[in-house]
């Protein structure tokens, strides 16, 4: 059976049978396609149910052998190439519609060196892979909020979490990785080896190459951690905000601390109080002692009067997967955009309260984050992850199910994020932002900044036909 699949340029390549079975003698791991052959194996689906593009052809990589016996098969027939790390890209880029899919699923080992305080993770880990084998030690490096997001694409687009405060950015605790490039070959990026390869991978993206492992900085943290996670009605919003503000500026590095407005289900394991009600949830972890830490957070428990307050030590593995049932995979619809913020002021305050109140849908969400101490440390052009002193990001993040709902929820979060220009400084987080609210140039323009020269140079010298170009794309300019 031939297959037929896509080229960038929207021409198509007929791929007959022997060509697809060669493919498979090649490859430890299964491929897919519409000839049948190993099609009981699907590769990850994409977290936003939004995206049911089909790819024409998916490989489900078990090795670094195997992506670069992957992409140069994409290469040879001139295919539109998809990599996928966990998925999660709000805005579908590890999509791809009839090209090649490569799936990097299979590829989840994490390998810790306590003594260097290392861990060694391939291309393919979720981030509850990581948390649950450095906890084994006591050991963990600055993740996201949601356990079952993939490693490579948070760390590659920067990488909030609940340690960032204390110790910087999921990119920035990266010490080394293992890059199969666009011809082929494999190298490695660190301080020492293609270190402008490095800097470009540490917030630029997917478009250098495909990560097939990751090497990450540990740190002492846990096996418990304070974690504080206070209710409030949401119609307080505005006073708690206020408070919550003046505690973040103050509190010390072990904090890091958010706001999320939403309405919470009616889940018979939470309390009556909170089912089906607009809350505003203030977060927050201190990843020090844990009774200082406890105390350290008490204020953010007084900040009103609490419908419900769930806040008491917990494993740090527990609260790293404490937000994963407000996001499950391909259930929700999703369109996220958020914006940085020099000035978090009482009218900024007032918009998002307006905003949260006038929620598209109860699973839509607004999200007030806090930014400071190592993640400020380094400066704008140390790392290509740009934004490196807005204390603030507020998140428009409309999540539905009907796709009549469509229009609406998307509509609802461009607006939001419109009004929000008029307190923020315009720059989005590449990692949250919904696709094509604006041309997808203007949101990496503006997120890169003055990297964006110095990407697109790298780009040109390690991708210059631009063969990774499903993701926030650069373009090679030598
Ligand atoms: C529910 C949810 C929670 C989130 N929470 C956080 C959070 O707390 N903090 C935060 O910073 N972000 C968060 N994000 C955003 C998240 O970091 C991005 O969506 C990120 O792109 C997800 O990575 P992934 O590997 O799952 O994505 P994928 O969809 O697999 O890929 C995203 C992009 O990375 C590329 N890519 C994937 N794997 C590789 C690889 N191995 N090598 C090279 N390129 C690759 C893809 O081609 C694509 O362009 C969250 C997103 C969701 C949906």
Not at 60 to 85: I, K, Q, S, W
Not at 118 to 137: M, N, P
């Amino acid at each position: 059976m031939t297959v037929t699949a896509i080229r960038p340029d929207g021409s198509r390549e007929q791929l007959g049978a022997a060509v697809l079975e060669d493919l498979r003698a090649h490859l430890r791991g299964p491929v897919t396609a519409p000839d049948g052959a190993d099609a009981t194996t699907e590769p990850r689906v994409a977290w936003n149910a939004m995206h049911t593009e089909r790819p024409s052809i998916s490989t489900r990589c078990t090795g670094t052998a195997d992506v670069v016996d992957a992409v140069g098969f994409a290469r040879e027939h001139g295919l539109l190439v998809g990599v996928r790390g966990g998925g999660h890209s709000v805005a579908g880029l590890s999509s791809v519609a009839d090209g090649m899919l490569i799936d990097l699923s299979l590829m989840r080992g994490v390998q810790v060196d306590p003594h260097r305080r290392l861990a060694h993770v391939q291309g393919g880990a979720l981030l509850g892979d990581i948390d649950r084998e450095t906890q084994a030690f006591g050991l963990a490096t600055p993740l996201g909020r949601v356990s079952e997001t993939g490693v490579a694409g948070l760390t590659l687009g920067g990488g909030y979490g609940h340690l960032d405060t204390r110790y910087g950015l999921a990119c920035d605790n990266l010490v080394e990785a293992q890059v199969v490039l666009a011809d082929g070959r494999v190298v490695t990026a660190s301080a020492e080896q293609n270190p402008d390869l490095f800097w470009a991978l540490r917030g630029g993206g997917g478009n250098f190459g495909i990560v097939t492992s990751f090497t990450f900085r540990l740190h002492p943290v846990g096996p418990m951690v304070a974690f504080a996670g206070v209710f409030y009605p949401l119609e307080e919003l505005g006073r708690i905000e206020r408070g919550w503000r003046s505690y973040v500026l103050e509190a010390p590095r072990e904090v890091t601390s958010f706001i999320v407005t939403t309405t919470f289900p009616a889940d018979p394991d939470m309390p009556d109080v909170i089912h089906d009600r607009p809350v505003a949830i203030v977060g927050a972890v201190h990843c020090g002692d844990v009774d200082a830490g406890m105390a350290t957070l008490q204020p953010l428990r007084e900040l009103g009067a609490p419908l419900f307050d769930m806040s008491q030590p917990m494993p740090y593995t527990a609260v790293q997967s404490a937000f994963d049932p407000f996001f499950p995979r391909q259930t929700l619809r999703a369109y996220w955009k958020s914006q940085y913020l020099d000035e978090l002021t009482d009218d900024a305050i007032d918009a998002i309260a307006a905003r949260a109140a006038n929620r598209p849908s109860p699973r839509s969400l607004t999200n007030t984050f806090h930014f400071g101490g190592a993640v400020h440390d380094l400066g704008p052009e140390e790392t290509a992850f740009a934004e490196r002193s807005a204390p603030f990001m507020v998140s428009f993040d409309s999540m539905w199910t009907d796709p009549a709902d469509d229009a609406s929820a998307i509509a609802w979060t461009r607006s939001a994020w419109q009004e929000m220009t008029r307190y923020g400084n315009g720059m989005p987080f590449l990692n949250f932002t919904g696709l094509d609210d604006e041309p997808l140039d203007a949101n990496v323009a503006s997120a890169f900044g003055r990297n964006l020269r110095r990407l697109g140079k790298v780009k040109a010298e390690y991708d210059p036909e631009n063969f990774f170009r499903l993701n926030n794309n650069v373009r090679p300019s030598p």
